[in-house]
């Protein structure tokens, strides 16, 4: 498989686990009522802060949890201005830190340093990606070729589901000698389990009626000339129709049996008389002929010329999703119209079309998916996952991570006022109701000395422990269930965090004496150990020494 190389890439292909991991602190929570400070329970995140190392925090509650990711990244035009700022410690690319990336011709690197800051992040998104997940990516042509190929270098070959195009501007950049119109949106999957689900279709493509509901028509007969008796004889088969029993639209039913009412005999024969087959055997046809008339879902309807043809009942409610998008709702003004109706649209350009961010969800995710956009912008991920969750009750949960300042001013506040509703008399929208949590990126886990660092708090020192130990959410168990140090039991192993910051931890026969979990094994962290080697091999305990044996993820 053809790879892609740049400057720097060897220095950042296992960049994400150097990134440090750091704490999310809360701010403030927010519902319909307005702020308040304990948090909302809700699971949804408005988080202010570095990217890489927000994705990196998240690890602990949501590795393998994310269906949908969107990120709309800076597409590198040569006029944007980004910042690559990430601490990779390497004299290589150290001089590109902190550096404003410019056009081409002031910085010939400037795709390099892309790649670079692109690399560790899609990395960390792979590792949060559930395994049905998708992750869908706004670009243009600048990087585009570029990103397909690292996208296929970490996610697979053949996880890659599309390159949509998005006709995201109908008149075009006329001031080039091309007037482009269309960006793109790159798809692939976490594995081959994922799952691009339809769009809802348009009731006016279902004609009939019956007490089922809505339905269109299909001939049941195959129409690939690839397919005949001649390689599918167990699909060629006589239907017989009964002609006597039309219902009001002139439908007839159907068996696989001749009697003197069905005398009508049918075969899968094309337009010139050649032998064809039917698209399904006869255990699948009899499975839809019921005895209900009105409700079974094969029939059989004369033809203009005069004779017969089997139809089936077609009640799929979605459209298969095509590769091209070119309609109005998701063209780039109709996101910068939405930010004006919500009174934001002088302090942010180019957001994205709340009706397009609401496709990829829906194409994507279940009602109870939790969505990431880890470059957020102005919020339009949180506001398409509101409107969904109020459209059709679902209980969807968005994370939005943003860098810049605005991400409480804009990204945030826009949040709270489609949860509350906006605009005024005529032209008040009513808000989708539903809460979230604002957090700042907080101080790392570990000190320049790779020391604990114990201001952020035992508790998530705790947390990160388990983590790093069963690479599962913590959940604190209940007091009185053994000491004060015991995490939770996994697997039949129970784990221990021996700690105290105001003195050493030693772990002795006094020790063992206050752990009241049985299990087949124990994994306990102290700052010392004095219990002998033979002793721990015959208990099964291990022990790991404070901070040397913490993993580092």
């Not at 709309?72 to 404003?100: F, Q």
């Not at 965090?497 to 994994?523: C, R």
């Not at 150990?529 to 002793?535: A, G, I, S, T, V």
Request: glycine share 8%.
């Amino acid at each position: 498989m053809p790879t892609l190389h740049w400057i720097g890439k060897d220095k950042v292909v296992n960049h994400h686990r150097d990134v440090p991991f750091r704490v999310l602190e809360h701010q403030y929570g927010f519902d319909a009522k307005g702020d308040k400070k304990e948090t909302t329970q809700s699971g949804n995140k408005v988080i202010h802060g570095d990217n890489l190392e927000a994705l990196k925090a998240l690890l602990p509650e949501y590795e393998g949890k994310v269906d949908c990711i969107y990120i709309d990244p800076p597409y590198n035009t040569g006029n944007e201005g980004w910042v690559y700022n990430d601490n990779v410690n390497h004299p290589k690319i150290k001089k590109w830190l902190g550096e404003v990336v410019g056009k081409e011709g002031d910085d010939l690197t400037r795709h390099d340093k892309w790649l670079c800051m692109m690399y560790p992040r899609l990395r960390l998104l792979h590792q949060l990606l559930s395994p049905t997940g998708l992750i869908f990516i706004s670009l243009d042509d600048n990087e585009i070729h570029s990103l397909k190929f690292m996208l296929t270098e970490i996610f697979g070959e053949k996880n890659f589901q599309s390159e949509i195009i998005i006709q995201s501007n109908k008149r075009g950049q006329t001031y080039k000698q091309l007037a482009k119109t269309h960006e793109y949106l790159l798809v692939f999957s976490k594995t081959q389990h994922s799952i691009i689900k339809g769009l809802p279709g348009d009731t006016s493509d279902f004609p009939y009626e019956d007490s089922i509901g809505r339905y269109s028509i299909r001939e049941l007969r195959n129409r690939n000339p690839k397919f005949g008796r001649f390689n599918r004889p167990n699909l060629f088969y006589p239907i017989y129709i009964n002609p006597s029993k039309p219902d009001e639209h002139g439908f007839c039913p159907t068996s696989l049996i001749k009697t003197e009412e069905f005398n009508i005999e049918v075969l899968p024969l094309n337009s010139s008389d050649e032998e064809s087959c039917w698209r399904w055997g006869t255990q699948k046809f009899n499975d839809n002929v019921l005895n209900d008339e009105d409700m079974s879902f094969v029939f059989g309807k004369p033809k203009q010329n005069g004779s017969w043809g089997i139809y089936e009942k077609y009640r799929k409610g979605t459209v298969t999703v095509k590769t091209i998008w070119d309609d109005t709702n998701v063209i780039s003004e109709q996101g910068t119209k939405m930010l004006t109706s919500l009174g934001l649209g002088k302090q942010f350009q180019f957001p994205k079309p709340v009706e397009l961010i609401e496709r990829v969800i829906q194409i994507s995710t279940n009602k109870n998916s939790i969505i990431l956009d880890s470059f957020a912008g102005s919020g339009t991920t949180a506001h398409a996952v509101l409107n969904l969750n109020k459209q059709d009750g679902g209980n969807r949960k968005f994370i939005l991570v943003e860098m810049e300042d605005y991400a409480n001013g804009i990204t945030a506040e826009r949040v709270k006022r489609v949860i509350k509703g906006y605009g005024k008399d005529a032209k008040k929208t009513e808000g989708t109701g539903g809460s979230f949590d604002f957090y700042e990126l907080g101080l790392p886990l570990f000190d320049t000395n790779e020391n604990l660092n114990e201001a952020v708090g035992i508790e998530k020192i705790r947390e990160y422990i388990w983590y790093s130990e069963t690479r599962t959410p913590f959940i604190a168990p209940k007091p009185g269930n053994d000491n004060e140090h015991f995490l939770g039991s996994k697997d039949e192993t129970a784990y221990y965090f021996v700690y105290d910051k105001n003195a050493l931890t030693t772990l002795d026969y006094d020790a063992l004496s206050s752990i009241k979990t049985k299990a087949g094994q124990y994994v306990i962290y102290a700052d010392n150990c004095l219990l002998p080697k033979e002793f721990m091999a015959k208990n099964n305990i291990i022990f790991k020494k404070i901070p040397r044996d913490i993993t580092r993820f």
